[in-house]
């Protein structure tokens, strides 16, 4: 079993930052594959970001590229993403997740382990 827990979403102003955390337990966290995805009201649970086991390989939904950075430290067993330039239409509630895999998946069936999500909500 692997637990995530994510922290560090909030209320911002458009153009603004925020920097969302997700702190693992359990097992080897270098072992898993890390995305983070998000639900926004009334729409389905899309993927943002992932990056591999090392951190070597990362991939971005087409509308953060640029303005969003997936990182991870393995020392920490902590996987970041960095969001800049906020949209209000960032607005949802962000989930970390784990995939025990080598590779970076961008469907949500394919991650093993998810966090509770953090709200992040972006004002005009």
């Known amino acids: 079993q692997v637990q995530l827990v994510e922290s560090g979403g909030g209320l911002v102003q458009a153009g603004g930052s925020l920097r969302l955390s997700c702190a693992a337990s359990?097992?080897?966290?270098?072992?898993?594959?890390m995305g983070w995805f998000r639900q926004a009201p009334g729409k389905e649970r899309e993927f943002v970001a992932g990056?591999?086991?090392?951190?070597?390989?990362?991939y971005y939904l087409d509308s953060v590229k640029g303005r969003f950075t997936i990182s991870r430290d393995n020392a920490k067993n902590t996987a970041y993403l960095q969001m800049n330039s906020l949209k209000p239409e960032d607005t949802a509630v962000y989930y970390c997740?784990?995939?025990?895999?080598?590779?970076?998946?961008?469907?949500?069936?394919?991650?093993?382990?998810w966090g509770q999500g953090t709200q992040v909500t972006v004002s005009s």
């Open positions: 997740a784990a995939r025990s895999s080598y590779t970076i998946n961008y469907t949500a069936r394919s991650y093993d382990y």
């Open positions: 990056i591999s086991r090392s951190g070597g390989s990362t």
């Open positions: 359990g097992r080897t966290f270098s072992n898993y594959a």
